[in-house]
Antibody, heavy 116, light 108 residues
Framework: EVQLVESGGGLVQPGGTLRLSCAASGFTFRNYWMSWVRQAPGKGLEWVANINQDGSKRYYVDSVVGRFTISRDKAKNSLYLQMSNLRVEDTAVYFC?????????WGQGILVTVSS | SYELTQPPSVSVSPGQTARIACSGDAVAKQYVHWYQQKSGQAPILVIYKDIERPSGIPERFSGSTSGTTVTLTISGVQAEDEADYYCQSADSSGTYWVFGGGTKLTVL
């Protein structure tokens, strides 16, 4: 069974940093692109970033370019999202998602709150 | 920037057919996928590559495409289908992904 478990969320002040982690199991992690998708409170889904199998290709939504970095560790079967210079508008539930040309398996999500 | 447009809400009675449209310029060039999100839960994939249904998704869920519009159809709607539905696709290069604004399906 595919499992994706996010961790590392919480409350952070504007301008602060946070690193999200996603532990993957139940599939061959190194064979798949992976993605982060977020959802602000009461709002719709927003794609944040994708990374390919070996980490050599990374793509981001314009609003996080230069502030967020997606990465992965094949030895630990883990996906990461390093977030810096956080803004109030980054407040959201962040989902770790497996990519198979589409988003076929989702984690339960982790809440990130940016507030002073 | 690339956008996908969905109606904010659709309402149907149990047993009726619900249709949710998703439109955008690149719809004709890239596949569209559909996700169902029930209150307080993570989304799940219900249709991929315009018309394909993942295993475990009921047959009453189907997808279709015509020009710059794709449609999610739920035949014989049940109370458990009440949820938000999102279409998702990519720009013409396939690099940058986007979601539609979401459609809240209400079962009367």
């Amino acid at each position: 069974e595919v499992q994706l478990v996010e961790s590392g969320g919480g409350l952070v002040q504007p301008g602060g940093t946070l690193r999200l982690s996603c532990a993957a199991s139940g599939f061959t992690f190194r064979n798949y692109w992976m993605s982060w998708v977020r959802q602000a409170p009461g709002k719709g889904l927003e794609w944040v970033a994708n990374i390919n199998q070996d980490g050599s290709k990374r793509y981001y939504v314009d609003s996080v370019v230069g502030r967020f970095t997606i990465s992965r560790d094949k030895a630990k079967n883990s996906l990461y999202l390093q977030m810096s210079n956080l803004r109030v508008e980054d407040t959201a539930v962040y989902f770790c998602v497996r990519v198979a040309g589409f988003l076929d398996h989702w984690g339960q999500g982790i809440l990130v709150t940016v507030s002073s | 920037s690339y956008e996908l447009t969905q109606p904010p809400s659709v309402s149907v009675s149990p047993g009726q057919t619900a249709r949710i449209a998703c439109s955008g310029d690149a719809v004709a060039k890239q596949y569209v996928h559909w996700y169902q999100q029930k209150s307080g839960q993570a989304p799940i994939l219900v249709i991929y590559k315009d018309i394909e249904r993942p295993s475990g998704i009921p047959e009453r869920f189907s997808g279709s495409t015509s020009g710059t519009t794709v449609t999610l159809t739920i035949s014989g709607v049940q109370a458990e289908d009440e949820a938000d539905y999102y279409c998702q696709s990519a720009d013409s290069s396939g690099t940058y992904w986007v979601f539609g604004g979401g459609t809240k399906l209400t079962v009367l």
